[in-house]
């Protein structure tokens, strides 16, 4: 999506406004985590009940909006209860996700899981500024065109309510592969890449992507650089953004230095940010870890801010005269508007 299609639809204009900083930078925490984030509540995580879950995310929440643009919730932890406790600030984004998935990745070729009772539809709603798909994908593999139709479903979905749609990819292994290979690892690098540039041309909006490499070695650092390139290139100009997926938090500070040099717009992270104020008990040093994540969520927005790419798509006065005339209104958003929107795109 060029910036010019993305101010064809005021809806997700303002829906990016609302869940990035006034000059234009997704600094996104991500809480919509499930039984990985119980498991660190408690190390007996069959002990964590619904009540204590939600206690542990209204924490957070309240101690890192400050630093953030927006917040990534899930529908049964996370979005109510953060607005109707008001731990989410009215200032800060929301984005949803709808999959009833976690990074548990079992054997075989995957089918994504849609949270059984939630829909686009609740998630507008309620709020949501955004909409997020975990998606597991692999072209190669038997559920490639399931996969592909949930997408093709979701694009058509969320352009009926206005309601861009950020799309995850995440590659994993098949059956026979071994993951700590320099051959898997290579095509995991070429497989984000791929993945990425297939979900924008699906018709999503925005992308959370894996880092494509390490950051271990200068070597690593120089080919992630390479790779980082190829990735920006290949996605239609859609904006991107950078996730975490529970690494080091020294290692994901690199990998959001590297991205932001080569064309991301900002951040999506979770575990990497907050994990050791999620597993520490004791009051004082919770609140110690606490503040060392809302710490390294403002160390990785000066990074961003200083290397990355501000997504701001605007139309001057003219433009926009042009483009949305005084009964623009009256068509605006029908259902074939909006799929014909998604053909152009």
């Not at 990985?36 to 309240?62: M, S």
Request: hydrophobic share 45%; charged share 25%.
């Amino acid at each position: 999506m060029s910036d010019a299609l993305a101010t064809r639809d005021p809806g997700k204009i303002r829906s990016f406004q609302r869940v990035t900083t006034a000059d234009g930078f997704f600094l996104i925490c991500a809480l919509d985590h499930l039984s990985d984030f119980q498991a660190l509540l408690d190390p007996d995580p069959t002990t964590v009940d619904h009540r204590r879950t939600v206690a542990g995310k209204i924490e957070l929440i309240r101690a890192l909006a400050p630093e953030v643009s927006a917040f990534l919730l899930d529908a049964e932890y996370g979005l109510a209860q953060a607005i109707a406790s008001r731990a989410l600030p009215g200032s800060v984004g929301l984005m949803a996700s709808i999959e009833n998935e976690d990074y548990q990745i079992p054997p075989g070729a995957r089918r994504t899981r849609l949270r059984e009772g939630w829909s686009v539809r609740q998630a507008k709603m309620i709020g949501a500024d955004v909409l997020k798909l975990l998606w597991f994908f692999r072209p190669d593999s038997e559920t490639a065109d399931h996969q592909r139709n949930v997408v093709r479903s979701l694009v058509d979905q969320c352009a009926e309510l206005s309601l861009p749609l950020v799309v995850e990819p995440i590659w994993y292994p098949l059956p026979g592969e071994e993951r700590s290979s320099a051959a898997w690892q290579q095509r995991r690098v070429d497989g984000i890449i791929e993945s990425a540039a297939e979900a924008a041309a699906l018709g999503s909006d925005m992308l959370k992507v894996e880092f494509p490499g390490a950051v271990g070695t200068d070597a690593e650092k120089s080919a992630a650089l390479a790779a980082c390139r190829r990735l920006d290139a290949s996605i239609r100009g859609r904006p991107w953004v950078i996730l975490s997926a529970g690494v080091g938090y020294d290692a994901f500070r690199e990998q959001v230095r590297i991205a932001s040099a080569t064309g991301a717009s900002g951040f999506l992270a979770g575990r990497s940010i907050w994990r050791d104020a999620a597993a520490t008990h004791e009051p004082e040093r919770r609140r110690a870890a606490t503040a060392e994540a809302a710490a390294r969520l403002a160390e990785l927005a000066a990074i961003t801010r200083a290397e990355g790419r501000p997504y701001r798509p605007a139309l001057d006065a003219d433009a926009a005269a042009r483009a949305f005339p005084a009964d623009w209104y009256r068509h605006w958003n029908s259902g074939e508007a909006a799929r014909s929107r998604i053909a152009a795109e």
